[in-house]
């Protein structure tokens, strides 16, 4: 099978490059020597998580537990859960611990943590926590100055059947950046900020081995993560347009893109339509807080990566792209005719993927060398 | 099963308002003395499906291969594929119509009419078309006055194993109407541009038994359909806010909301957190162009559909919601506990249901009346 032969609209990931951008972001925390917990929010899938923890010490982080569930089935047991729990999930998350799972909670408040300490004893369970701590994000997390650290650290060590097993954070504002030293001054702020948790609980007494940190863009451009023991990134795996525009990686470290098909040409409008639209590429706009002319996202031939200048996915409907020419003029009508394919390189990976049911695995070329599959809902 | 036992987030469906809103508009098309072929797009499902064509001739709607495959596998016998054809499709289409579906095409171009008679002359099959016409929607389809249209339908005419079925169109400028008298125009020049055409190919010696249109919208509030004889609407089944904002309808219609729990109170940044984010939601944000302060939705109570007035999800991350005050004061922490769970109402119901494996049905209340698979993907 080749590219021209798949239905499309189709998710295509390139094995080559997705095996760089793990082995750099590997070396890269290997020389922070911090551990890497990679975030599979994005990949969503076994195949990818197999190699983004290569040589790495097996744990990763999920963003839903049917990601948990799908990861524990195909032998994972050191899952970090980085959402805030919700007492309603308490279930399922002992029903994974009594597989064998080793599960770690997130919380940043004390009304979950009674939840979880009155379940723990009704489910036979325990249950692991880190604090979730704003280091500017405003997400989720309490602040690390604040005094509810300390007595929520506190309720967590004196309840029974719940673990303190440190803090975490993710420094959501990195996103809103634009270059390396911008996204540097972001990730001094995430360490400092979970760092001087940890530092807080440790000296009012309680235990805290894990500080956890990290986005793609502070994983990428820290300049020093001493005192964390583990980054969290994910999206550094396949990279996008966003990422790009933040300055984590250039557009050829972008490893997934989505092959549509030129379906029509409407000259009156401008407009080259394809059959890849709002389900296929997302309504995601990030990448044009940063970069200029990208719409739903930048249009390469199928045979290629490279983007050609000039054209954009301008318009979306459910099924339908409208590519147009980022300078008012005509689209190249003749190089896109109708039936020829395209490959569209996303705004934000983590949510294009995330409607599309399996990866198509080239490596290179055109060629499909494998079809791996993706978890989806909850 | 009730709603406060459901893992969230979790896509809710009232079949009590689904069925009203399915009644409605087989009423009004009736009235019209218009065939309702509903588009299924929206709901891609088949327990939905079996109300939307209740008493009408079977005919539904699909936007991708996938949902054919799907119906066609419950039974359904006549489809109408309202997205262009990309020559690529063709075999699946074939396959279909091998196991006895009567399978309809659109198409607005010479090119994919050619390779459509190619392809139907090495598959020993034959395909039906409709010419897609443009009638202010900017996006597929040729003019209804142009000569393209009766050089495009001598061509399918011509050809040994296509037939010309008719015309169809999709007014999508009618999501960009406010109220109903803009609609009504937009309904009026859907119709007249769909009519005009079937008129021309009828003038030029070729037959157009079937003139398609429509959307909710112009369904909804079309003056006359005169010479129309199938409509396509799809959303009205569930409708959203961004119908609610074009004046499709009234919030009580709305028969779908994604169920969330709340995991965290960001007191420092004004913001109530739940699990329900860009995946769960989608980061459609179309109703904001009709409505103040939507957000990525309104927030109702678990047991409700009736949204809390100053309240929406002001944020979201891929499985964050961050709901705030539309009016810059502090969300209502003390009625929406940590723990407790909110019902959200949809911007785009297309969009957001697309996230979801399936439908948690409820019928008025909060109990779990059943559970309906969906198709998803291409």
Redesign the interface.
Known sequence: MIL??L????LVLDRGVLVQNCERMAERMQGHRVRLRPHL?TAKSDRVASIATHGQFGGITV???AEARYFADRGYRDILYG???????LE?VAALQAEGVKMTLT???R??AL?AAERAATLDSEFEFLI?V?TGG????V?PESEDLITLGQFINAAPRLTLQGVMTHA?QAYHCRGAQEVAQVAEAERAGVTLAASRLRWAGLRCPVVSAGSTPTAVHAASLMGITEMRPGVYMFYDLDQVGIGSCEIEDIAISVLA??????R??G?I?I?AG???L????SAGEHLADVGYGMVCPADSMRPTAGLCVADV????G?IGSTNGGEPPYERL???SRVRILPNHA??TA????RYQVVDGDNAIVDVWDRI???
């Open positions: 021209a032969e239905r499309t609209p189709a929010k963003s839903t537990l959402v805030g729990i919700a007492p309603g999930k399922e919380t940043d408040n009304e979950t939840a979730e704003d405003l997400r989720g997390g602040s959501g098909s030129v379906i029509g040409h409407n009156r409008a407009r339509i059959d709002a389900l296929a997302s309504k995601d706009l409907q459910q099924e339908h409208l005719p109708i039936g983590c949510i995330a409607a599309h049911q989806s809902g909850w």
